[in-house]
């Protein structure tokens, strides 16, 4: 535990901080990869990426010392997928299958990918499959890995879903509930807290309808340059914050 911020009560249980519960659903937007392989000169922007997503594994840890039970990592969006250079996606698919090879040999966390893997080269859409399929079993932390997602294409394709089956059926009554057993985090609770690295104050989408009541946080920091002290500092902040949900 890093001494400068000791935000958990060492005779509490480890779900329990100094103020309050943390986060039961974690979501992180990790950005800036390619602004910090600029500002180190780096000749390759793809190195951001590689460098930040090789601490994945660390982070989850971290996440898993806390206590947190689900953690939901925005990797690449559709956005990505559809506007970046071919040559720069390359290198990032190589990126993303690296790393999630490494989270399934380290049979540590159940690994479930969400967003569109049709949109993704089918070597990385394999590797996602066989990481839900090989980790399925796995009691530990549940982390959704968010490939090639948007929040905009996973609501509307639970539409899409839903109208489906009222077109097919005719007496579906469309409600809340059946509209969030069609998104791709069915099952699971809204995050409570999303992180997003670099200093951009924005969710760009990410899970519209999961995000309605989470609380953010911006963090100044690109995410190569995330450190545990950050996340620590992240979930203090979560910790004191009243979440009265509307009421």
């Known amino acids: 535990m890093d001494a400068t ?31 910090w392989a600029r500002a180190q000169k780096l000749a390759d922007v793809s190195e951001g990426h590689r460098i930040g997503f090789d601490k994945i594994p660390d982070v989850l840890s971290w996440c898993e010392d806390l206590g947190i039970r689900v953690v939901t990592l925005w990797m ?19 990126i993303d299958e690296n790393v999630v090879r490494r989270l399934v040999d380290g049979k540590r966390f159940k690994l479930n990918p969400i967003g569109s893997l049709k949109l993704l080269p089918d070597r990385l859409a394999t590797v996602l499959r066989d990481a839900a399929q090989k980790t399925r079993d796995v009691s ?70 999961q995000a309605a009541l989470s609380e ?15 996340l620590l500092q992240a979930v203090q902040a979560y910790s004191v914050r009243d979440r009265r949900f509307g009421c």
């Open 216 to 230: 953010l946080y911006f963090c100044d920091c690109h995410w190569p340059d995330f450190t545990r002290t950050h």
């Open 76 to 94: 690449l969006s559709t956005d990505n997928v559809r506007n970046r250079p071919s040559k720069e996606l390359a290198a990032l698919y190589e």
């Open 5 to 35: 911020i000791s935000i958990f009560d060492q005779n509490r249980p480890p779900e329990h901080s100094a103020h309050g519960e943390v986060p039961h659903h974690l979501a992180i937007i990790l950005d800036g990869n390619r602004r």
């Open 140 to 209: 530990g932390m549940l982390v959704n890995l968010a490939i090639a997602y948007g929040g905009r294409e996973d609501l509307l394709e639970a539409i899409q879903s839903v109208i489906a089956d009222v077109v097919a059926s005719g007496d579906i009554e469309i409600t809340e509930e059946l509209l969030t057993a069609r998104l791709s985090t069915a099952g699971q609770p809204n995050p409570d807290l999303i992180i997003r690295t670099s200093g951009e104050c924005r969710t760009s989408g990410f899970m519209l309808w």
